[in-house]
């Protein structure tokens, strides 16, 4: 297809459109600079300058020899799948959904909250946060030992993870990230124009050495997952949570976000980094345990970092919703949500799928929380082998920056009874795809 355009962001809007509307598929490889910029006959720095812009829109990758292309997976496609990824017929092992028998009724919560406000509506001023969702978040956090002296409510984990680094980080900045780790948090980088910093993982969070190699490094920040770590699993160790606050010790200045989306269905014990630097923040989003739809995560950090959050918010949406932050309120109070039996279907599942695989000779990891990491030589041939058998995994290389190959399974919507026949599957499609790495 040809590109059009004399300037930057004129190129870069021709570009833009041609993926839209579909001319540019997924992998699809841009001209080089010097080859497109001789073919427009502008200066090689213009062609440059539109390619950046994409970038950072999230709609292209650098690929080192292999050039500039499409991504697979653009910034504005849903989180956890790509087109067509479980068709109807298809079992869901792919989706990182929680388990809807788990999930709460909302409609009383709904119901108590409409009845707390006859003839009430919040008004532009009004405060963002209420104070009875204020109460309960102190509480929360005060049981886990998290300072809660500054708070905010922000539309989910991953708003509140965006909010701390917009609103205090530049693009162009490094930011340490869990590799492999959540697609959503390297998803927010490109789109903020921000670097990863890829640090090791094992199933007791970051690797201490790796993280201090990336702050030497001069990485300004660090995004770390507190428990059911996506995609493997990790959840930080009391020695762990040690040894990473020392690596911090001789950062001071860093920026440490702790994402505690775990909070309500994971069954380990919580630890975190919050407090370990002098700028913190500590998202706990309810989306896993509460319903992804109530929009909500509380959030604590230092007083800088709170006010910083709550400006952009103000300069923003101005809120989260009163109505979500009243339903939660009433599910809390209510103990609509039991985090013990929640946890403890999860790790259940979670828990024989490793076993079940281990008896098969396939190595998986799957400390806490939804998913189970099976390291593969082929993503590629396993997710299309495990796809005929019937069962669709998500293919690593959305979570992946360096680290090895693997496909992520979740047991959300895997049945105990079901366990054997996905653990055989799984096996014969590594097998299929190569010996497991």
Do not use: C
């Not at 004399?6 to 992998?27: P, Q, T």
């Not at 009004?126 to 956090?141: G, H, N, Q, S, V």
């Not at 980080?169 to 490094?174: F, I, K």
């Amino acid at each position: 297809m040809a590109i059009t355009g004399r300037g930057s962001n004129e190129i870069a809007d021709s570009v833009e459109s041609a993926i839209a509307d579909g001319r540019l598929g997924a992998g699809a490889a841009l001209p080089p600079i010097r080859d497109l910029a001789g073919d427009l006959g502008v200066n090689p720095n213009t062609v440059a300058a539109a390619y950046r812009m994409l970038r950072e829109r999230g709609l292209v990758e650098t690929a080192g020899r292999r050039g500039t292309r499409v991504r697979p997976h653009p910034l504005g496609a849903p989180r956890e799948t790509e087109a067509g990824t479980v068709p109807p017929g298809i079992r869901d092992a792919a989706t990182g959904n929680p388990d809807p028998r788990l999930l709460p009724d909302l409609a009383p919560a709904l119901a108590a909250a409409a009845r707390r406000r006859p003839g009430h509506h919040a008004l532009y001023g009004d405060p963002p946060l209420l104070p009875r969702t204020a109460e309960i978040a102190r509480e929360i956090f005060a049981a886990d030992g998290v300072p809660a002296d500054q708070l905010a409510a922000t539309s989910g984990a991953l708003d509140g993870i965006d909010r701390v680094l917009r609103s205090s980080l530049r693009p162009g900045d490094a930011v340490v990230v869990e590799d492999p780790g959540w697609s959503s948090t390297l998803r927010l980088l490109t789109a903020l124009g921000m670097r990863p910093a890829p640090v090791g993982v094992d199933d007791e969070g970051m690797l201490p050495d790796a993280l201090r190699a990336a702050l030497r490094g001069g990485a300004r920040a660090l995004v770390v997952t507190d428990r059911a770590q996506n995609p493997i699993g990790a959840a930080l160790s009391p020695q762990r949570e040690t040894a990473l606050r020392a690596v911090l010790a001789d950062h001071p200045d860093v920026l440490t976000v702790d994402d505690d989306h775990g909070f309500g269905f994971a069954g380990v014990p919580f630890h975190s980094l919050a407090g370990a630097t002098r700028r913190w923040a500590l998202v706990r989003s309810v989306a896993k345990a509460y319903g992804p739809d109530l929009r909500l995560a509380l959030l604590a950090g230092d007083a800088v970092t709170a006010e910083r959050v709550r400006a952009l918010q103000q300069a923003g949406p101005g809120w989260v919703s009163t109505v979500l932050q009243e339903a939660f309120a009433e599910l809390w109070r209510s103990r609509a949500v039991d985090p013990e039996r929640v946890s403890r279907s999860y790790d259940e599942r979670r828990d024989a799928l490793v076993s079940r695989l281990a008896e098969r000779g396939v190595a998986a990891r799957g400390r806490s929380g939804v998913n189970v990491w099976v390291p593969v030589a082929d993503e590629a041939a396993a997710v299309t082998a495990l796809h005929a058998r019937g069962w669709a995994v998500a293919p690593g290389r959305r979570f992946r920056v360096n680290s090895a190959p693997g496909i992520r399974v979740t047991v959300s919507a895997v049945d105990a009874a079901e366990t054997d026949r996905l653990a055989a599957d799984i096996a014969s499609s590594v097998r299929a795809g190569g010996p497991p790495v």
